[in-house]
């Protein structure tokens, strides 16, 4: 039984799923869409939308201390491990944001792959 396991395993070890969600989570926020699995796209949601409201804290945090948003920057780009789609998520993303609560992002689906009928999804940005 998996009392108290959450997360998705999707068939990778540890070091494996890390750099999948990682991966993915850099497409999307460097392409504004992307397609892939429904698993993937639900396991990769949760982690781009906190990334979503981290950056939004940041940006709100540069009026009041400067610490602050340096902070925010340095904890997504630990977990993002590229500059260019940091300042892109900080500068780009997160502005169009202010003012939603959340659901930063949306899944489409678009039915089954050919090859192993697997459900695909089309994980994008909310406009």
């Known amino acids: 039984m998996r009392h108290k396991i959450s997360g998705k395993r999707l068939g990778r070890n540890t070091g494996g799923r890390r750099a ?3 991966n993915l989570i850099k497409q ?3 392409f504004e869409r992307i397609q892939t699995t429904r698993a993937k796209a639900e396991a990769v949601r949760g982690g781009a939308e ?3 409201t981290l950056a939004k ?3 709100a945090a540069a009026d009041d201390n400067a610490a602050k948003m340096v902070h925010a920057r340095r904890l997504a780009a630990a977990r993002l491990n ?3 789609i940091v ?5 780009d993303i997160a502005p169009r944001y202010s003012e939603r609560p959340g659901g930063y992002t949306r899944m489409i689906k678009l039915g ?3 090859s192993d009928k697997a459900e695909m999804v089309l994980l994008e940005l909310v406009e």
Not at 87 to 91: I, V
């Open 87 to 91: 300042r892109k998520l900080f500068d």
């Open 50 to 52: 906190k990334l979503i």
């Open 82 to 84: 590229d500059a260019g």
């Open 28 to 30: 999307l926020f460097e």
């Open 57 to 59: 804290r940041g940006n």
């Open 20 to 22: 999948l969600r990682r």
């Open 112 to 114: 089954p792959r050919e």
